[in-house]
């Protein structure tokens, strides 16, 4: 089994930043990729970002791109997502998820994060 635990998240300005970090612990071998997912109150849970843990191919919302970078640090086991010019509407739980080899979806999830943006 995987373990996720996001941090980082908090309270900010609009046109601030924050980076959010997901450590994974347990059987972190049999990852192929990690994303992030976000979930506004009242709304569905939706697809931030996402990187391949082994070459580092990143993907990106439309709503987040040129403002969001998702990066890893493979030695620390850690993912991370760099917020910059955060807007209100960014204000939402934020879950960091792992792939599994051979598989199309995300079966791991960590806990989440509240990351809030303010006008």
């Known amino acids: 089994q995987v373990q996720l635990v996001e941090s980082g998240g908090g309270l900010v300005q609009a046109g601030g930043s924050l980076r959010l970090s997901c450590a994974a612990s347990?059987?972190?071998?049999?990852?192929?990729?990690m994303g992030w997912f976000r979930q506004a109150p009242g709304k569905e849970r939706e697809f931030v970002a996402a990187?391949?843990?082994?070459?580092?191919?990143?993907y990106y919302a439309d709503s987040v791109k040129g403002r969001f970078t998702i990066s890893r640090d493979n030695a620390k086991n850690t993912m991370y997502l760099q917020m910059n010019s955060l807007k209100p509407e960014d204000t939402a739980v934020y879950y960091c998820a792992a792939k599994p080899a051979r598989t199309t979806g995300y079966d791991y999830w960590g806990q989440g994060t509240q990351v809030t943006v303010s006008s």
């Open positions: 990187s391949t843990w082994i070459g580092g191919s990143a």
């Open positions: 347990g059987r972190t071998y049999s990852v192929y990729a």
